[in-house]
């Protein structure tokens, strides 16, 4: 029975998700070593499911590994720069051999894998073709990058079309000049590329290896990225990555997600569960964070209940709050209030509470605290308050850190001095702005 239930609120829960997704358009880029994986014929459902779901999808495969072992097996050595490889004439060949070999591979499994799933009887119409220019990369300090190109244009229109039509479409990491010259592109920035041109709702790659950052977040902006960039530690294939992530993002693309596929159904958890899977990277958030209304009420709620409970909040009434709605401002992901704070000015004096600051559990390390009171100070500067204070009974060190200090002294604001309660032992802290 619990299973059963399990199911039921499962499937509850990704209903918006699944309305929400349909029809959006998204991009995913999977590895060749995810391709030639075990890990793969169950990717292979999920994807048949999305489209299935009527969500437009553009799949461009890897192809470094195979590339890596072709020229392995003929004797030539690879070369790189910049993390690029060099693609040489002698080379090119074989290069485009095994990404060839990767697109068939891609093709069958998609073909062989329907009829033992839940999609059997259902057909995916995978279309490829020529729908990428690319140019050569020329020479870069000082070597020359012969048929190792960047992307010139997408024919964004033609694949539009397929995808209005119900097509998947399956583009390979070449590029074709309008002289005929053939290059080998980086898939991650053909993705990225891609996912710019068409617009796309959301952007995805799918790569092993992903699972051992485990310092990263599970929810990035595109600030924290390129801290990430900066970090000399950070591994290079997880730095193309967060750079095409930032790019998208500047581009109206609204969501890039990085999965490792170790778990089965990493894709589905991610695209239809609150929590997620992998890592997402949005400005959402940062942007679109909003002032809060009545109906955010039993969210608020919701959010901080768990922090009365423990006595790091001081308890408020649902009629308090009603009265405080309007200096409230929070976050919300998928209908979910996952972050909010109190400025409450005082009527008398130029200055203001700090209160109510809370964030969810689950998104604790994503850095909304702080944009929460980088807005929350802004706000009371546009007011014309000068001077901030919080109580606080366990969080005093992040107050420290954001520039408050510890102020004994303290005279609070009558109203505020009505309701203290000595019991919790809070301290007062305060800053200037």
Request: net charge negative.
């Amino acid at each position: 029975m619990s299973n059963t239930q399990d199911y039921v609120q499962w499937f509850r829960g990704a209903a918006p998700y699944i309305k929400a997704h349909r029809k959006k358009t998204f991009v995913i880029m999977v590895s060749d070593e995810v391709i030639f994986s075990d890990r793969f014929i169950g990717l292979v459902h999920d994807i048949a499911l999305l489209n299935h779901l009527g969500i437009k999808l553009v799949i461009l495969h890897g192809s470094r590994n195979s590339i890596d072992k072709h020229l392995q097996n003929n004797r030539l050595d690879s070369k790189f720069h910049q993390n690029i490889r060099i693609t040489d004439s002698a080379a090119l060949p074989f290069v485009v051999q095994a990404i060839n070999e990767v697109k068939t591979h891609f093709d069958s499994q998609l073909s062989m894998g329907l009829p033992n799933t839940p999609m059997s009887g259902s057909e995916i119409s995978l279309v490829g073709g020529n729908f990428v220019i690319g140019m050569p990369l020329g020479v870069i300090d000082g070597i020359d990058m012969q048929h190792s190109g960047k992307v010139r244009a997408i024919k964004h229109e033609a694949i539009n079309e397929l995808l209005a039509l119900n097509h998947v479409v399956l583009l390979s990491n070449l590029g074709y000049s309008r002289t005929g010259e053939i290059f080998n592109l980086p898939t991650e920035e053909l993705a990225g590329e891609v996912a710019r041109a068409l617009r796309a709702d959301k952007l995805i790659f799918i790569q092993s290896g992903l699972s051992e950052t485990e310092t990263l977040a599970s929810t990035l902006s595109t600030s924290q990225c390129e801290a990430r960039l900066l970090d000399p530690t950070t591994p290079a294939d997880l730095s193309s990555l967060l750079g095409q992530a930032i790019l998208a993002i500047q581009a109206q693309v609204k969501r890039v997600h990085l999965i490792d596929p170790q778990v089965d159904g990493g894709l589905l958890l991610e695209l239809f569960t609150r929590d997620g899977y992998g890592i997402m990277v949005t400005n959402l958030f940062y942007e679109g964070s909003r002032a809060a209304c009545i109906d955010d009420i039993g969210g608020i709620l919701s959010l901080i209940e768990p922090l009365e409970a423990s006595g790091a909040l001081v308890q408020r009434s649902r009629e308090q709050i009603e009265l405080e709605i309007m200096h409230f401002q929070v976050i919300e992901k998928d209908g979910m209030i996952i972050a909010c704070i109190a400025c409450i000015p005082d009527g008398e004096k130029m200055l203001a509470e700090i209160a109510c600051l809370a964030v969810h559990e689950n998104y604790q390390r994503a850095g909304f605290g702080n944009q929460l009171l980088q807005i929350a100070e802004d706000r009371a500067k546009t007011s014309g308050i000068t001077l901030l204070y919080t109580l606080t009974t366990r969080t005093s060190h992040w107050f420290f850190e954001h520039g408050f200090i510890e102020s004994s002294d303290f005279n609070l604001p009558t109203a505020k001095r009505d309701s203290y309660n000595p019991a919790r032992a809070s301290k007062i802290l305060s800053k200037s702005i």
